[in-house]
């Protein structure tokens, strides 16, 4: 079953990809994808995974209150 994962037994998320353009699941523990059918497609790249924790600091930020505590570090890649 593609909604959980077969290696870790966790939720699977859906994730549309316009490379593969195709509907991938992917295991947050596994850090992999899978298609429809149950088949590893490929790993979560590092690049995607930065995406991921962009996206969640984005959410984190819009959600919290603006406060004085907010510390960013301005000039670190
Ligand atoms: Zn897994």
């Given at each position: 079953m593609t909604l959980f994962c077969?290696?870790?037994?966790?939720?699977?998320l859906p994730e549309y990809h316009q490379a593969e353009k195709a509907t991938l699941w992917?295991?947050?523990?596994?850090?992999?994808?899978?298609d429809i059918d149950d088949l590893?497609?490929?790993e979560q790249t590092n690049e995607e995974r930065e995406e991921v924790k962009r996206k969640?600091?984005?959410?984190?930020?819009?959600?919290?209150f603006p406060s004085g505590k907010l510390n960013r570090r301005k000039g670190v890649n």
């Amino acid at each position: 079953m593609t909604l959980f994962c077969k290696q870790c037994n966790s939720r699977r998320l859906p994730e549309y990809h316009q490379a593969e353009k195709a509907t991938l699941w992917l295991c947050t523990k596994c850090k992999n994808f899978t298609d429809i059918d149950d088949l590893i497609i490929r790993e979560q790249t590092n690049e995607e995974r930065e995406e991921v924790k962009r996206k969640e600091k984005e959410f984190a930020e819009s959600t919290n209150f603006p406060s004085g505590k907010l510390n960013r570090r301005k000039g670190v890649n």
